[in-house]
């Protein structure tokens, strides 16, 4: 649209762009009218990501004023969800308390349409919370002061007493309920099912705060009067007795009393299923739904606490399946099942199913609820389950220490929820060897049983304790009389296969490197490579090791030691973040990459070990520097993405100095070439050009989230955000400071055709960029690469036979090197789609989930409270269909193939038609020409000619 406003003016040899007068202003505020409600809030969102709080409130006031003038019952809802959006803008503005209108009126509208205890009015109820906190602060008021009502008294609504709950604020929220509670018992108009919400509220209260009888006697009121309003009216009560029931049998399990807890949960889960079935009979909706998740969830915990692990598993698996078509996968419902899951995964032995599932609960949780609530700090005390589990329990013992640490401050002076964590410490130091403490642990975790339950109440947790006690005091015994043992991790099997090989990385820096990562995790489960170190380089060297960590332990590389490499002065942003909650805890050491990969090669056969570098090359030149001989005797071949060139004059492979990756560290590159050349080291090089051969759809990364992983989520997230901030600065005459880096030749015709999209004014450009635009995959390549089946199916690399040593250049500026790009293509978007597919293996979710058939989008029911306050669990239910795992087959080795390359020069001979390599995708028999020469792009740092200028400014490659 702009471009037909403008007109070129020259000055000082610079082309300046002049908008006409009142034309864009005219033009701009037609179209801000023509706009629908969505496209306005999605306008006000990329307003607030860009830092330009005012445009987005202008776009948030329209949408409001076309929403409030709508007239569907759902309209509501949405201007709800305008309001928060309002009331955000606002606050980031500084103006407080007009957020806090807004806040309250769609607090008011939530409540109204969803409930008091919807998960998005205890949302807004938090952001209400957070901004009295900092009103507070800034007047320096003492105590948190709740908001006053027109006639100066304070609030004591039901409402405001149940969000409190939800987010763990349990003093405030006793004060609240038990106010509602007294004035409806002072008034004799109240209504019994008011009655009702508040008792059961306040029953649940007790039970987050461990005062079991109290919250009997509640639920048995709650019973007495639901079955009176039975009785005396015809208004339909069965859901609160079913609600009733199950609050009161979650208080017997908390209590003790499981096998009476298990009957009434049984009884619940079968009500709600059979209310569920007449209602999906009916055709009258999905109201039960998440209700029956709860009860599943419920049960499950029960079972679980009777260590009736395979019972426990259905059940949250059921609960899991429900939430997951019901909900997004980042909703902290789906969250608990996650958590549970992972959590009986961990009892059945099989931790390293259960780690990338309890990766995803802390990340939720640490999201929806902060890095102070005791769901979190469930979430944690499971983590550290699983890394104990996996043989990580120095990994482990932060989490832990963190769980407590907030347990502490939250519950009663030794409540009973502290002691399946207390257990868990007591396991992970016994591992370290830390028996003393162990002990001590243990014998408090025994001591806190004894306070809580009667004699016959969790004997199994009791026997539990006393019998670990046992074995630590005779390892104890045994430590005095023989010393300490060498080791006590319980290290978990390595089983080898596949090529082993070391990958050096700078991830975080764009998507790509991520993404590669994502490769290798499929081709490790497919038994074509064995991974043995991920090395992390470029500053901030520790944060990029933990993003190294969450990752390969996400996808189920938990085996795969990280190693701090070397820096180099080039900058090095984070633009990619996932798995925060886990960071933030900072519970990984790391090994010096200098050791860590000496020690590999130590143990390695000979020229067995493969190294990719996706990043500079200094890692690899102070290697050989230190453990020249190593490198030598051990490393089968170098995989290096950047680019070279062969010189026929000096009959030597050269370096292309242009690519961001050698450009780095010059010094490094030259002398890591020269030194496998001159060492017999076989090198294959991958340039920007093979991936200007194969370019993927950009929309691609959509469908990798219908896999329901994070890390899916934050690459497509991370990469629209790279393309949006890249397309502002395109725009952008080449003058301005706000293009940053970005070379001159790099304006608006250069970005639509390298990433192939067609703009006009008719189009949303940043739509049909995200729909439309091509992905370059260049360190995903060059993972494929390390496979010499897959290098010989789907390339046509130039070779050079230098001193009888075989050096491979895939991609150069006359050819990609990709001999079939739907091939590769389809090869690629297959293995990423089942890496993702695969680390959820512990949950059976399938490889394929249709966003149609499975998510509920336009009749989603009411949400139900969440049993966060649970620090062993709550329902979520349904049947789940068991998926078998049906892995591709390993391709075919050429690992010893002899295809007659000719020494001193370039081999041009046509290779073979490629014949009988199912590599687990479709493949078609049109030939592919190769990619005409394209321009460099800024999307990566290995394609800019004009070395760093380009490569950081952008988080995609």
């Known amino acids: 649209m702009m471009s037909d406003l403008r007109s070129s003016d020259r000055m000082n040899g610079v082309a300046t762009e002049t908008v006409k007068p009142g034309s864009f202003f005219t033009s701009f ?20 990501i860009d830092g330009n709080n005012e445009d987005a409130l202008r776009h948030y006031y329209n949408a409001l004023e076309k929403e409030q003038h709508a007239a569907s019952d759902d309209s509501s809802l949405q201007a709800a969800l305008i309001l928060r959006k309002i009331g955000l803008a606002l606050s980031r503005t500084g103006d407080s308390f007009a957020a806090m209108s807004s806040f309250e009126d769609a607090l008011q509208i939530q409540q109204e349409k969803l409930g008091p ?17 900092g009103i507070r602060v800034q007047s320096g008021v003492g105590e948190r002061q709740f908001v006053k009502g027109d006639n100066g008294s304070a609030i004591t609504s039901l409402d405001v007493g149940t969000n409190l709950l ?11 309920l038990k106010n509602c509670l ?12 008011e009655r009702i919400k508040v008792l059961g509220a306040m029953a649940e209260l007790d039970r987050a705060q461990g005062k079991y009888d109290e919250a009997k006697e509640r639920y048995l009121e709650v019973l007495k009067t639901a079955k009176k309003m039975n009785a005396n009216s015809d208004e339909e009560v069965d859901i609160s007795i079913i609600n009733s029931i199950a609050g009161y049998a979650e208080i017997l399990r908390k209590a003790g009393d499981l096998w009476q807890a298990e009957a009434l949960h049984r009884k619940v889960r079968n009500m709600l299923m059979a209310s569920k079935f007449t209602q999906e009979t009916e055709g009258s909706g999905n109201d039960t739904v998440l209700q029956l998740a709860i009860s599943h969830t419920q049960l499950g915990c029960t079972v679980f606490a009777l260590k009736k692990y395979d019972d426990a598993w259905q059940e949250h698996k059921s609960a899991l399946d429900i939430r997951l078509r019901v909900l997004e996968v980042t909703d902290s419902l789906v969250s608990e099942s996650f958590n549970y899951c992972a959590e009986t995964l961990t009892s059945m032995g099989r931790e390293a199913e259960a780690l990338p599932l309890s990766l995803q609960a802390v990340e939720i949780r640490a999201r ?5 609530h005791p769901a979190y700090a469930h979430a944690l005390c499971v983590l550290s389950k699983c890394y104990h589990g996996v043989g990580r329990s120095q990994d482990a013992m932060p989490l832990i220490e963190k769980c407590l640490e907030i347990c502490e401050s939250v519950f009663t002076e030794n409540h009973a929820n502290i002691i399946p964590n207390l257990i868990v410490q007591g396991d992970i130091f016994q591992a370290v060897g830390e028996l003393e403490k162990s002990l001590t642990t243990f014998q408090r975790a025994l001591s806190i049983h004894k306070t809580n339950f009667k004699p016959g109440q969790k004997e199994f947790q009791l026997e539990e304790c006393e019998q670990k006690m046992k074995d630590v005091m005779t390892a104890l015994k045994d430590e005095m009389a023989f010393g300490p043992s060498e080791s006590m991790l319980n290290e978990e099997d390595n089983i080898c296969a596949g090529t082993p090989m070391i990958v050096i990385t700078d991830i975080g820096r764009d998507i790509d490197d991520a993404l590669a990562i994502v490769m290798l995790s499929s081709l490790k489960k497919m038994f074509i490579l064995n991974p043995l170190a991920c090395i992390v380089t470029l500053a901030p060297e520790e944060d990029r090791a933990c993003l190294a960590r969450t990752v390969l332990d996400s996808l189920g590389m938990h085996d795969v030691p990280v190693g701090l490499g070397t820096d180099v002065a080039c900058p090095g942003e984070i633009s990619l973040r996932c798995f925060n909650g886990v960071a933030h805890q900072n519970p990984f050491h790391f090994e010096r990459a200098s050791s860590l990969m000496s020690r590999i090669l130590t143990e390695a056969e000979p020229k067995s070990v493969k190294i990719l570098c996706l990043a500079n090359l200094k890692d690899i030149s102070e290697l050989i520097v230190k453990q020249e001989v190593l490198f030598r005797t051990k490393v089968k071949e170098v995989i290096i993405m950047g680019g070279a060139e062969y010189s026929e004059a000096r009959q030597q492979l050269i370096p292309d100095e242009t690519a961001f990756n050698n450009n780095c560290d010059l010094y490094s590159t030259r002398h890591v070439y020269a030194e496998c050349q001159q060492n017999h080291i076989p090198t294959t090089t991958i340039s920007r050009y093979a991936a200007y051969g194969c370019p993927l759809s950009i929309s691609f990364l959509d469908g990798l989230q219908n896999t329901n992983h994070l890390l899916a989520g934050e690459i497509r997230n991370a990469n629209f955000k790279s393309m949006q901030q890249l397309w502002k600065k395109v725009n952008l005459p080449s003058w301005m400071p706000g293009r940053g880096k970005l070379p001159a030749r790099c304006n608006r015709e250069w970005f639509l055709d390298f990433f192939k999209v067609k703009v006009d004014d008719t189009t949303d450009a940043l739509r049909e960029i995200w729909h439309g635009s091509a992905l370059y995959l260049y360190d995903s390549l060059a993972t494929l690469s390390c496979v ?21 250049v895939i991609g150069t500026p006359s050819s990609s090197g990709v001999a079939n790009k739907d091939y590769l ?5 297959g293995l990423l789609h089942q890496a993702f597919a695969l680390s959820l293996e512990g949950m059976d979710m399938g490889m394929n989930r249709n966003n149609t058939s499975e998510k509920l989008e336009d009749e989603r029911p009411e949400k139900p409270k969440s049993s966060e306050d649970s620090d062993d669990g709550s329902d979520a239910g349904g049947e789940y269909d068991e998926k078998k795992d049906e892995r ?4 075919k080795s050429s690992e010893n193939s002899d295809d007659g390359r000719d020494a001193g020069g370039e081999y041009d001979e046509k290779k073979e038609q490629r014949e009988g390599m199912d590599m687990g995708t479709n493949r078609n028999n049109t030939s592919e020409n190769l990619e005409d020469e394209r321009p460099e792009t800024p999307m990566s740092s290995e394609n800019s000619d004009d070395g760093r200028e380009a490569g950081w400014e952008m988080g995609v490659q």
């Not at 293509?825 to 978007?829: A, L, S, T, W």
């Not at 591709?888 to 391709?891: E, G, V």
């Open 29 to 48: 505020l037609r179209q801000f009218r023509k706009q629908s409600i969505p496209e306005l809030i999605e306008s006000g969102d990329k307003a607030v």
């Open 117 to 133: 205890g919807s998960e998005d009015a205890a949302e807004t109820t938090a952001e209400m919370l957070n901004i009295l906190d």
């Open 166 to 176: 939800e987010w763990g604020e349990y003093k405030e929220a006793e004060v609240v």
């Open 182 to 193: 007294k004035s409806m018992n002072d008034n004799d108009d109240s209504k019994n099912d």
């Open 368 to 372: 929806e609820f902060g890095t102070s």
């Open 788 to 808: 010499d089946a897959y290098v010989d199916f789907h390339f046509t690399p130039k070779c050079y036979m230098i001193e009888n040593c075989l050096h491979r």
């Open 825 to 829: 293509v389809n090869e690629m978007e």
């Open 888 to 891: 591709p087959k390993k391709p």
